[in-house]
C-alpha cells in the first residue's frame, strides 16, 4: 500500500517504464486503493458524529444521556419508552368483526343466519403469501404445545436461511415454526385452504382485499384483510379464531372480518348443486355424476366446470337413505363381452316379483333389456302366464323397436316357463327372432337383466326412502328409476355413454329433472276456478314423468289419483322426517291389522306339492317353523324318479307357499 505523497509520484515514475502488459495490473491497483481510503473517511467520520452531542463535543457511550428519559446509557431515539403502548377502552377502539353464527337443517338444505358483533385484535397482521413455509410466527408466545428446535428454513437468496428456533401450534394450524428474525409473520395459503377447506380471493369486485370463501357452499367466512405495498394481510385472530372450529359442524361460529358493527338477521336456501342432481338422479353416485358433468354426457344441469373442481375438495359422508337402499355383499368382478355391436341385436328378458301390491294391484315386473345399449324397458304385470307375455312382447317389438327401424334378432331368457311357452316361442319364429335360455339356477348366465333389476330397485328404494311416500307407490317409483336410469351413462358397445344417448344419437336433456316425492302445486284449470278468495293450485307430490301426453305425474292426495300437467311448480327442499311436511303423508299409510294365526291352521298342508313360480321345480312341503313372529314352510325338491331331495336349508313364508298352491302352473309352462 502506498503510505504517502513521495512513495506515490515515485511509483507514478515506475508506472512509466514498466512494460504495457503490467501497466493495466498496476493502474487498477492503484484505484482500488483510493476506493479504500475514501471507506475508510467515511466509517471514520460516521463513528465521530455518533459520539457526539450538544455542542459538537464528543462523549463515550456511558456518558450519553437520553433526551426523554434522562437516563445514561442510550439516547432518545433508543430509549425503551419510545414502543407505543397500545390504549384500551375508548382511547384506541380496536376493529370489529361479525361472527356468522349458522344454524343447518340437513335434509331441507336450508340454512340461517344470525350476525352479531365480536372484538378482534387488528395490530397483529399475518402476511399472505402464496410462496410462503407453511406458518411462520414471530412471538413464541402465540405458540401451543411448543417444542424447542434448532434449524433453518431456506430462502429465496442463494446460500441464505432462516433460523428456526421452536414449533408449536396456533389453533389448527400445525408445525407453525418460531423465527424471531423474520420480518413478517406469514402463513401460506395452501395452509389456509388445507385447515379452514376454503379457498382466497384477493381484491374482489367489491373492493375487499381478502376473501376466505368455503369451498362446501361457497359462504364467506372471512371478508377484511389489509393491502400494504402489494402485499395481503389477514389478522392473526381471525385465522386463530377460524382454525379452531370444524367448519363441517352446524354449531360452529364462522368470523367474517368487516368494519362495519350493524347486526344483521338473514334466512336463505343453500344448495349443493351435486346434491340437488344426486337427488334428482335417483341418488347416482357422486364420480358417475362427475363423469356425467366432464363428458358432456347430460345436458343442462346447472353444474359448472368451477363446481367440478371445488366437489375435489369435498370429503361426502355415505347418506343414509343411499347406504340402506344399496348395501350389498362383496362383488367378484368378472370381466364379460356385450353380446350385440347395435340396437335390438341380443334382447334379455326377466321377471321380477315383489310382496307388496302397488297402488294398481301389480306383482311382477317384466324388463326387456337390450345389451348393446343397455336400454331398458318394463311391464307392470298383475299375472305371469304366457299370454300376457306375449301381449307384451309384442309391444315393444312394435312401439320400442319399429320405431327406431330396427329389429330383434336374438331373444333370451331364464328358464321361466312363461318367458319360453308355446306362444312366446312360435311368435319368434313368425318373425325370424332367434332364442335361448339359460339352465335351472344359473342366474350368471342371464347377468345383465339381473344387474338392471338391481340397479333399478335400488334407485326406486332410495327415492321412496327419500320422499317418505307409502310402499304402494313403488312401481311409479320403479318406472322413474327406470326413465333416470336410461339417460345415465353406462358401458355400452359404442363405450361409456347413456342408453338414450347411443339410440338417438345425442345427449340428453336432464333440465326437466326434478326430485322425485317432492311436493308439486298444480294450477287449477280456469274454468275450475271461481271468482273468490280460494287457493288456485291443489298441492299433490311428483311421481313420475310423462310423455304421452308430455308432462309431469303428480300424485293428488285430495282426489286420491295421479294427474298430467305441465302446470307444475315444485318444492324440491324435503324436510326430516319430524316436520309437519310428512303429516299429509301420514294419512295416506295403510293401516294393516296384525292379526295372530295359530300354526295349527297350516299343519294340514305339510306333505302336499306345490310348484314354485318362478322356477317351476316341483317341491314338497316337510315341516312348519315359527322364526321371529313369522310362520315358515321347509321344503325339498321332487326328482324325476319320485324321490325327495335334500331339504333347502331358506324356508319360505307360509303365505307364498298358499299362494303357490292355489295358482298351479298350466300344462304348456310345465
Not at 428454513?153 to 407453525?176: D, H, Q, T, Y
Not at 331368457?413 to 306362444?423: N, Q, S, T, V, Y
Amino acid at each position: 500500500m502506498v503510505k504517502n505523497e513521495d512513495d506515490e509520484q515515485s511509483a507514478k515514475r515506475s508506472l512509466v517504464v514498466l512494460p504495457d502488459a503490467d501497466k493495466h495490473a498496476v493502474a487498477h491497483f492503484m484505484a482500488e486503493n483510493k476506493k479504500l481510503k475514501k471507506n475508510l473517511k467515511r466509517l471514520k467520520k460516521t463513528f465521530t458524529n455518533k459520539n457526539k452531542r450538544g455542542r459538537g463535543e464528543e462523549e463515550s457511550a456511558k456518558e450519553v444521556e437520553c433526551f426523554k428519559c434522562h437516563k445514561k446509557g442510550h439516547r432518545k431515539f433508543e430509549c425503551p419508552l419510545n414502543k407505543k403502548v397500545k390504549s384500551s377502552g375508548e382511547e384506541k377502539k380496536k376493529r370489529l368483526s361479525w361472527a356468522n353464527v349458522t344454524e343447518y337443517e340437513d335434509d331441507a338444505n336450508t340454512v340461517f343466519e344470525k350476525t352479531v358483533s365480536v372484538i378482534c385484535d387488528t395490530d397483529e397482521l399475518v402476511l399472505l403469501d402464496s410462496g410462503a413455509n407453511r406458518f411462520v410466527i414471530r412471538e413464541k408466545e402465540k405458540l401451543a404445545n411448543f417444542v424447542k428446535v434448532t434449524a433453518a428454513m431456506n430462502l429465496a437468496g442463494r446460500e441464505s436461511g432462516l433460523p428456526v428456533f421452536g414449533i408449536g401450534e396456533i389453533g389448527g394450524f400445525k408445525n407453525v415454526k418460531w423465527c424471531p428474525s423474520a420480518r413478517h409473520n406469514l402463513v401460506s395459503v395452501s395452509a389456509v385452504h388445507e385447515v379452514l377447506g376454503c379457498r382466497t380471493v384477493f381484491d374482489d369486485f367489491d373492493g375487499t382485499p381478502v376473501k376466505l370463501v368455503r369451498n362446501l357452499d361457497n359462504f364467506v367466512l372471512f371478508s377484511g384483510g389489509q393491502k400494504l405495498n402489494g402485499l395481503y394481510y389477514v389478522d392473526y385472530g381471525i385465522l386463530k379464531q377460524l382454525s379452531e372450529f370444524n367448519l363441517s359442524t352446524s354449531e360452529n361460529c364462522y368470523y367474517l372480518s368487516t368494519m362495519s358493527t350493524e347486526i344483521n338477521l338473514a334466512s336463505s336456501n343453500i344448495t349443493d348443486k351435486f346434491l340437488l342432481l344426486h337427488n334428482r338422479s335417483g341418488h347416482l353416485n357422486y364420480s358417475a355424476l362427475d363423469e356425467c358433468i366432464k363428458n358432456d354426457l347430460l345436458l343442462n344441469t346447472g353444474i359448472k366446470p368451477k363446481d367440478i373442481r371445488d366437489s375435489k375438495n369435498k370429503t361426502r359422508p355415505v347418506g343414509d337413505v343411499c347406504a340402506r337402499s344399496k348395501g350389498t355383499r362383496t362383488s367378484f368382478k368378472q370381466i364379460h363381452d356385450i353380446r350385440g355391436k347395435l340396437f335390438g341385436d341380443f334382447i334379455s328378458v326377466d321377471i321380477s316379483s315383489y310382496s307388496v301390491p302397488s297402488r294398481d294391484g301389480y306383482v311382477y315386473v317384466l324388463t326387456f333389456t337390450d345389451h348393446a345399449s343397455k336400454k331398458s324397458k318394463s311391464y307392470p304385470l298383475v299375472n305371469r302366464t304366457g299370454d300376457i307375455i306375449l301381449v307384451c312382447l309384442r309391444d315393444y317389438i312394435q312401439t320400442k323397436l319399429a320405431t327406431r327401424d330396427t329389429r330383434m334378432r336374438h331373444y333370451h331368457a331364464d328358464r321361466g316357463g312363461e318367458l319360453i311357452c308355446k306362444l312366446v316361442l312360435a311368435e319368434l319364429k313368425a318373425r325370424g327372432i332367434t332364442y335361448s335360455w339359460t339352465l335351472p339356477d344359473t342366474p350368471e348366465l342371464n347377468a345383465v337383466s339381473e344387474r338392471k333389476f338391481r340397479t333399478l330397485f335400488e334407485r326406486a328404494l332410495a327415492m321412496l326412502l327419500r320422499a317418505g311416500l307409502p310402499v304402494v307407490f313403488w312401481w311409479d317409483a320403479y318406472e322413474a328409476s327406470e326413465y333416470i336410469t336410461n339417460c345415465l351413462p353406462t358401458k355400452t358397445a359404442n363405450g361409456y355413454i347413456s342408453p338414450e344417448e347411443f339410440v338417438t344419437g345425442s345427449p340428453p336433456d336432464v333440465s326437466h329433472w326434478r326430485i322425485w316425492g317432492c311436493k308439486a302445486y298444480i294450477k287449477i284449470p280456469r274454468s275450475y276456478q271461481q271468482k273468490d278468495f280460494t287457493s288456485r293450485v291443489m298441492s299433490g307430490f311428483h311421481v313420475g314423468y310423462s310423455r304421452t301426453p308430455i308432462g309431469y305425474k303428480v300424485y293428488v292426495p285430495k282426489l286420491n289419483e295421479i294427474i298430467t300437467t305441465v302446470h307444475v311448480t315444485f318444492n324440491e327442499v324435503l324436510p326430516d322426517y319430524t316436520t309437519e311436511y310428512y303429516q299429509e303423508l301420514s294419512k295416506l299409510k295403510i293401516q294393516e291389522e296384525l292379526k295372530p294365526m295359530p300354526l295349527e291352521n297350516f299343519v294340514h298342508l305339510i306333505g302336499e306339492i306345490h310348484y314354485d313360480d318362478e322356477t317351476l321345480i316341483k317341491y314338497i312341503n316337510t315341516r312348519l317353523k315359527v322364526i321371529d313372529g313369522y310362520i315358515v314352510m321347509y321344503r325339498c325338491p321332487m326328482l324325476a324318479d319320485g324321490a325327495r331331495g335334500r331339504e333347502e336349508p331358506a324356508p319360505i313364508h307360509i303365505a307364498d307357499v298358499v299362494r303357490m298352491m292355489g295358482n298351479p302352473p298350466s300344462n304348456e309352462q310345465l
